[in-house]
């Protein structure tokens, strides 16, 4: 679908590229990586348009970007404008407020938030920033669509200096519920701007209902209305949409991709290196939320409680190194391989290891060819926004016979709960019995599962995700549904709350 005469004007924290020095000083330019990037790297490519991000260098740094971005914008198809940030800020905005207080709050994680009121102020002017590259680069008719955590602010920015522009808003994040976000010391804050936004897209319904619950207990004077995807909120005479929208992958180039001769050639390999095992694959970014140590241990539980796993199956865990700088994130790589290593040292026997243990970031083929030859995939995070690792190994799945164990607190459970294996990702020995039910299915229950599966995201898949944001955010609103209950009084629920 086309926004008629408006370009696709896409924010989000970073651009879609990763900057690296060569020893003779020389810059390049590679893609980024990361799941907002493979969902939006097509869809600009497709349409044309505008990325406006972070490059990740600090201004301290004196990096000529202009020269590095024109090149860099004529290889990819799209403009590329960077927003510029100084250390102090990459600190408190990115690694501060982002990053210690929303990544774990919303991730249902607040123990380990760091609520530093100096993040938050930090976390404002950054949006500011942000706002004021958007004006420079906007034309009156474009659709600016927001991604993402770190820029929660930036509609509220925006109007404030005078942008009459529709302005969409995805969360890829889960958002939590009304208990745990009110913990945030700036939940009204943080509420009022999001509703700054005409479109705010969630992953999935049980988001948004969250999201739902905070503004119905939290904000006075907003009235609720419609039924199904998209709800509308009315607030001082202006309309919000409030929608899921589940993330997908370009599941038609994924599956094409992975018939590639290259592609298959290394799967042959791989089958070959680990021939006579059922080959069971972990990939995940670096980071707490993706319960990688929680499986480790499953797999651990799985071969006590299975012996006649051993030397039948193999784990292929794939880490991609990420936020490492984060002492939290390097201590989570040091409590992984110290399980892997126990675990190999425990189990391990002459032509066989039981964990193959991967923690670099890999090239498309080679992931393919790991989606190719694992037979069962382990997904499971402790909890997720969509995770689109799920959805690239069904449609890398060619012959329709492989295995997803899926954790039911990924957003994709919701979507592939038919198909999926579905597992608590905290339930040790429940995940431990998924996988060998797994190992063991037959491959009539196998086919059936994968096919209902890959049939699900070949229909819902990332030209459908962006179709049907950008469809509710500048479709006509609907007044023809009665109100839905709004503000409910906050008395009995959280008498100790004064609502804004
Ligand atoms: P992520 O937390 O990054 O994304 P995920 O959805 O799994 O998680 O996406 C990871 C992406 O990285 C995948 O597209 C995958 O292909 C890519 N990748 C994996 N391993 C790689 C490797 N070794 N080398 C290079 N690339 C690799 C956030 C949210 C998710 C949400 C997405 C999209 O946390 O919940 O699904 O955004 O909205």
């Not at 249902?108 to 004006?135: E, G, M």
């Not at 522009?165 to 519920?177: A, D």
Request: hydrophobic letters at 40%.
């Amino acid at each position: 679908m086309k926004t008629q005469g408006s370009r696709l004007i896409i924010v989000s924290n970073r651009l879609p590229i990763v900057l690296t020095q060569g020893e003779n000083g020389q810059w390049s330019i590679e893609p980024g990586s990361g799941g907002l990037v493979t969902a939006l790297v097509p869809i600009l490519r497709n349409r044309g348009g505008v990325w406006i991000g972070w490059s990740g260098m600090v201004e301290e740094e004196n990096v000529d970007l202009e020269e590095l971005l024109a090149d860099a914008t004529k290889k990819s198809g799209y403009t590329l404008k960077p927003a510029s940030l100084t250390a102090e800020e990459k600190s408190k905005f990115y690694y501060g407020f982002s990053n210690e207080i929303i990544w774990p709050l919303f991730h249902d994680l607040q123990s380990r938030c760091n609520f530093d009121p100096t993040y938050w102020l930090v976390y404002q002017s950054v949006n500011h920033k942000f706002a004021r590259v958007i004006a420079e680069n906007i034309k009156e008719k474009d659709f600016i669509w927001v991604h993402d955590y770190h820029l929660m602010n930036v509609a509220k920015e925006l109007r404030a200096i005078g942008v009459t522009s529709k302005i969409g808003f995805f969360l890829h994040i889960p958002f939590p519920p009304l208990d745990i976000f009110i913990k945030l010391p700036w939940r009204f804050q943080v509420l009022h701007a999001l509703l700054e936004y005409d479109t705010i897209g969630f992953q999935t319904l049980r988001d948004r209902h969250n999201f739902v619950q905070c503004l119905r207990i939290l904000i006075r004077d907003i009235t609720l209305y419609g039924k199904g995807q998209v709800l509308t909120g009315r607030i001082k005479n202006r309309e919000v949409r409030i929608g899921s929208f589940p993330i997908s992958i370009d599941y038609r180039a994924f599956a094409k991709q992975a018939t590639s001769q290259e592609v298959c050639e290394r799967a042959r390999c791989l089958r070959e290196a680990l021939l006579n095992c059922h080959i069971i694959l972990g990939v995940d970014r670096l980071d707490y939320t993706k319960g990688i140590p929680e499986r480790l241990k499953a797999f651990r539980n799985a071969l006590i409680r299975f012996p006649d796993l051993q030397r039948k199956v193999t784990l292929v865990q794939i880490v991609v190194p990420s936020r490492v700088e984060i002492p939290e994130y390097y201590d989570l790589k040091v409590e992984i391989e110290r399980l892997v290593s126990e675990i190999n040292g425990q189990f391990t026997q002459p032509g066989w290891v039981p964990i193959h243990y991967i923690f670099r970031s890999l090239e498309r083929t080679e992931l393919l060819a790991y989606y190719r030859a694992a037979d069962i995939a382990l997904v499971t995070p402790l909890k997720d926004g969509m995770n689109l690792v799920a959805k690239e190994y069904c449609a890398c799945s060619i012959y329709g016979d492989d295995v997803l164990i899926l954790s039911e607190f990924a957003g994709a459970a919701a979507q592939l709960q038919r198909g999926a294996l579905l597992v608590n990702p905290y339930d040790i020995e429940g995940v431990a019995e998924a996988i060998y039910r797994a190992v063991n299915m037959s491959q009539a229950e196998r086919r059936s599962r994968m096919r209902k599966l890959r049939r699900s995201i070949r229909e819902q898949d990332i030209f459908w995700w962006v179709d049907s944001f950008l469809q509710a955010s500048i479709a006509q609103h609907l007044d023809d549904f009665p109100p839905l209950e709004g503000y409910v009084p906050l008395d009995d629920y959280l008498p100790q709350v004064d609502i804004e």
